[in-house]
């Protein structure tokens, strides 16, 4: 089965900075890859995705760049700002009305 | 967008009781619904796949006699966590594909928090 793998697990960043977090799947056939924000104790909030047909996709802020040679995938954060501390969590699935696999999560700080 | 909610948003029970947990789409159908397991500062867990009509599919180390899912209906699938003890305590969040097959994106919850004293 598919398996995600996640970087960092905590990130500190001035507000301002930018931050990049970084996840790598297993299953080459994973074709679509979410990426969630998630604050303390509530759902997932879906920030941005990219299909695997797609090399990049922006949204203002953010950003997602996906290598399919590599399996890897980031996400992009710039000019942060207090309000983006959260937990971020990417995904991965395989088929249309599949289950996703989930990284293990970054914890993001952004200190004023 | 698609909206599921929960039901209850939080529980609390005794030892060796049952909790039943209500995930329902509100404005969409889904014959098919996923329950995740979160504990603190941990990702979210697959339990197992709902799939209305039929059983669950459940996920390996996942026991299926103690997480009873029912997919009763297109907007409402239901999990009971059966004979509930301390290590059961968790943050529960099912989630739903959207209405459109093509739209790849699955709508979460805002989950269940249970806690066995």
């Known amino acids: 089965g598919e398996n995600v793998e996640q970087h960092p697990s905590t990130l500190s960043v001035q507000e301002g900075d930018s931050a990049v977090i970084k996840c790598t799947y297993s299953d080459s056939a994973s074709n679509y890859f979410p990426w969630y924000k998630q604050e303390l104790g509530k759902r997932p909030q879906l920030i941005i995705d990219i299909r695997s047909n797609v090399g990049e996709k922006k949204d203002q802020r953010i950003a997602v760049t996906l290598n399919k040679t590599a399996k890897h995938f980031s996400l992009h954060i710039t000019e942060t700002q207090p309000e983006d501390s959260a937990v971020y969590f990417c995904a991965a699935r395989t088929d249309s009305w599949g289950k996703f696999q989930f990284g293990a999560g970054t914890q993001v700080v952004v200190t004023p | ?117």
């Open chain 2, 1 to 117: 967008g698609a909206v599921v909610s929960q039901h209850p948003s939080w529980v609390i029970c005794k030892s060796g009781t049952s909790v039943k947990i209500e995930c329902r789409s509100l404005d969409f159908q889904a014959t098919t619904m996923f329950w995740y397991r979160q504990f603190p500062k941990q990702s979210l867990m697959l339990m197992a796949t709902s799939n209305e009509g039929s059983k669950a599919t459940y996920e390996q180390g996942v026991e299926k006699d103690k997480f009873l899912i029912n997919h009763a209906s297109l907007t409402l699938s239901t999990l009971t966590v059966t004979s509930a003890h301390p290590e059961d305590s968790s943050f529960y969040i099912c989630s739903a594909p959207g209405r459109d097959f093509l739209n790849n994106e699955q709508f979460f919850g805002p989950g269940t928090r249970l806690t066995v004293l």
